[in-house]
């Protein structure tokens, strides 16, 4: 080209504005199950392209419906055992509203042949109960009024023993002793223990200390609930343990905020339950295996709650959408925690239902099963029917 002019150099700027933000996805982290149908985290920032360098942007600046999701199903193996379930009953009632049960029991994958329920204790298990209609029932007179008043509950003392020896071991530790079991004309010990077998499991205990015996029990489940105001906590200690370790047996403890398991030197092992109310289910597989443990009450160390949340304890209670407006500055919502007797379920319904009346302002509420984490939103003027799976119930106010 040398003997043709050469035309001088130049540079034109074609776009001064740089590309529009958009999502980055980063590789999936691990799955979150070792076998079966898991979810891996994936991290979803928005960046924006500036002078050939990423710069991490605000969200909102990148289109809201193109956003990835930022967990992802993952299967790493099939898992040997499975939750399995019957098919759902009929609907308890005749008319109106009522419930549907199904038993769930566990599979091994291989043999496809029952097992111990023990087996599946580590996976999620769907709802065993759920709400049926058997349609409109015929009008009657004379029904109670939908607006009666709710009545509250009494808390109660609770000791339970299994035998006297055991009782008279116990007996210099200073706690409350409650009402005992009464023993019928002509009724032996062993009458005596089972009906005082009756009363410890699916019992809630709302003393401020006390001794619980769950030795010699029949069934191989027992749980019990411990439940106090909600500016307190509660310490457990386990006094005696007759647990096969080796067979299987365990002793589980939940809380709105802890989850712990145990067999081994359980007497050495003090539970705190970080919140005011606890369950602690028990596992045995040889009859006549169990725990005695001791329970006490104290000011909690953290607060946990909000001025507006509320506690109520079963059977019965009223539920009125709070008036205190939560703090907007840390975007709170106002709760009432519900917790029964574990032998029982909580029905909640609706009677008046106005979120944005005057004297509130929340217009939406959130019900949320605690045992199933399933968590049902309701809107505005709706009125509703609620059941829950377990004995616990977490409902929560919303702007």
């Not at 599946?120 to 015929?138: D, L, T």
């Not at 949340?309 to 209670?317: A, C, E, K, S, Y």
Request: net charge positive; with cysteine.
């Amino acid at each position: 080209c040398h003997p043709v002019p050469k035309p001088e150099s130049r540079v034109e700027v074609c776009d001064l504005n740089p590309c529009p933000p958009r999502w980055k996805v980063t590789p999936a982290g691990p799955c979150s199950s070792s076998c079966g149908l898991g979810l891996a985290v994936q991290l979803v920032t928005c960046v924006q392209i500036q002078h050939g360098q990423e710069v991490l942007q605000e969200e909102h600046l990148c289109p809201v419906a193109e956003k990835p999701l930022t967990s992802v199903p993952c299967v790493i193996r099939t898992c040997s055992y499975e939750w399995s379930f019957s098919e759902w009953s009929e609907c308890s009632t005749s008319c109106g509203n009522g419930i549907q049960t199904r038993q769930d029991f566990c599979l091994s994958s291989l043999t496809h042949k029952r097992v111990n329920p023990l087996f599946c204790r580590r996976f999620p298990k769907a709802i065993v109960v759920r709400g049926c209609s058997a349609g409109p029932c015929p009008e009657r007179v004379g029904t109670v009024s939908p607006g009666a008043e709710l009545q509250p509950v009494t808390p109660a003392t609770h000791l339970t023993t299994a035998a006297a020896a055991r009782e008279h071991r116990h007996k210099d530790l200073d706690v409350p002793a409650g009402p005992q079991e009464q023993t019928k004309p002509g009724g032996g010990e062993e009458d005596t223990a089972r009906r005082c077998f009756l009363c410890v499991c699916g019992n809630l205990f709302l003393d401020a200390t006390g001794i619980i015996n769950m030795t010699g029990v029949e069934s191989r489940d027992c749980t019990v609930a411990i439940g106090r105001p909600l500016r307190e906590e509660i310490s457990v200690s386990i006094l005696e343990s007759s647990l096969n370790c080796s067979a299987g047996e365990i002793l589980l403890f939940s809380g709105r905020m802890m989850w712990r398991t145990g067999c081994r030197k359980l007497p050495l092992s003090l539970i705190n339950s970080r919140t005011n109310t606890l369950i602690v289910k028990q596992r045995v597989v040889l009859p006549g295996n169990g725990v005695i443990l001791q329970y006490t009450s104290r000011t909690a160390t953290k607060k946990y709650y909000q001025d507006c949340d509320q506690q109520l304890f079963g059977p019965q209670g009223e539920i009125v959408t709070p008036v205190q407006v939560p703090d907007r500055r840390q975007e709170v919502a106002c709760r009432t925690f519900i917790t029964v007797a574990p032998r029982q379920r909580i029905s909640i319904r609706a009677l008046s239902a106005d979120p944005a009346g005057n004297h509130t302002h929340f217009n939406y509420i959130l019900v949320r099963d605690v045992s199933t984490m399933r968590t049902v939103v309701f809107h505005g003027k709706q009125q509703f029917l609620w059941q829950s799976t377990g004995s616990q119930a977490e409902i929560e106010f919303h702007e």
